[in-house]
């Protein structure tokens, strides 16, 4: 049995040490299980001296000093380990701008990514976020289903790429627009999100949109016709191909997306299963045109994501198959 080591920022460095939350992406104790049946253990990292494995993975990006896996990480190369080890770099460059230090690359011999403008086949691979195919909602009647819905954290990132401040226009502008068929969900809305706003509370931006947190987002998300579905950053030219959970859980929810993030979203998703926010010039068009969509074309909507969510496209690019076989392509080499 071959020992694969990952490792992870998150859960204190051990990616088993919570219970998957599969909206995110896969079920990586799934994915432990299926890779044990070809040969390969999954450790976290702790478990297994490193020098016993056969391959050593670090999830999202590159361990920043400080953090749960940094130390582990510097044992690594400080061992001679680097022909071992891979990185996935995931995280958007605004949340994590030292994965995207090139100068750090060097001590990884593969990594995958989803930044179709680094992929090169020889030290950088594609991977995009895979996603595990959840249980459908029950299909709630066109007519019973309140026009849009937002969720998300309020967050923010000081950067040029980001679309934190546009998710907020968006907000505000359906609350405008159509205040009694807009529902804001998520954490943090109406709270103090600096310190000036702990001293003086009256400076707290207020959504009256908002509705409080949620547990599971494709139960919410099933009661809506359309969703906005933001990236949390642009996806422009350098940064291709940047396409999160956010789009598939409001299709898996059949909830038809409307969505602004990877400038290429139409090489991995076709054009008829989501709305395209750029085809709008202000919110006001955007807003006229989805309350005037008949139930005719909300179907066939729907439709068009079944097709999409069964076929070979979205097996190919965002299954949890597709990963796992990726992985067991790389481990067998």
């Known amino acids: 049995m071959k020992k694969v080591i990952m490792s992870s920022y998150y859960s204190g460095g051990n990616i088993f040490s919570d219970n998957p939350d599969l909206e995110r992406g896969a079920n990586i104790n799934e ?7 070809k040969g390969y253990e999954i450790k976290a990292q702790g478990t297994c001296d490193p020098h016993e494995a056969h391959a050593i993975f ?11 896996n940094y130390e582990f990480f510097k044992q690594c190369v400080e061992q001679g380990l680097v022909n071992k080890m891979r990185l996935f770099l995931i995280e958007a460059p605004i949340v994590t701008p030292h994965s995207w230090n090139l100068e750090f690359h060097k001590y990884f011999v593969k990594i995958y990514t989803w930044n179709d403008d680094l992929i090169d086949n020889k030290r950088y691979f594609k991977i995009n976020y895979f996603q595990s195919l959840l249980n459908i909602p029950e ?9 849009c819905t937002l969720i998300s954290g309020n967050k923010m990132y000081y950067s040029s790429l980001e679309l934190y401040s546009e998710r907020i226009e968006a907000i505000r502008a359906f609350e405008r627009l159509g205040p009694y068929e807009f529902d804001l969900y998520g954490t943090c809305w109406n709270q103090p999100r600096s ?36 990236e949390n950053m642009i996806g422009l030219d350098g940064y291709r191909g940047y396409i999160t959970e956010k789009i598939f859980n409001s299709l898996m929810a059949r909830c038809v997306p409307v969505y602004l993030g990877a400038v290429n979203i139409t090489d991995y998703v076709p054009d008829n299963v989501f709305i395209d926010r750029r085809k709008f010039n202000s919110y006001d068009e955007l807003y006229t045109y989805l309350i005037n969509i008949s139930e005719k074309q909300f179907d066939e909507y729907l439709h068009n994501i079944d097709v999409y969510l069964s076929g070979n496209t979205f097996y190919k690019h965002f299954s949890q198959d597709s990963f796992i076989k990726m992985l067991l392509e790389d481990l067998a080499e």
């Open 31 to 37: 994915v432990r299980e299926q890779l044990l049946a």
């Open 58 to 68: 670090f999830l999202e990006g590159i361990p920043y000093e400080g953090g749960p």
């Open 139 to 147: 299909k709630i009647p066109f007519n019973q289903r309140k026009l």
């Open 195 to 230: 310190q000036v706003q702990q001293l003086y509370p009256f400076l707290v931006p207020k959504f009256p949109s908002y509705r409080g947190p949620v547990e599971k987002k494709l139960p919410v998300l099933s009661r809506y016709k359309f969703s906005i579905c933001y």
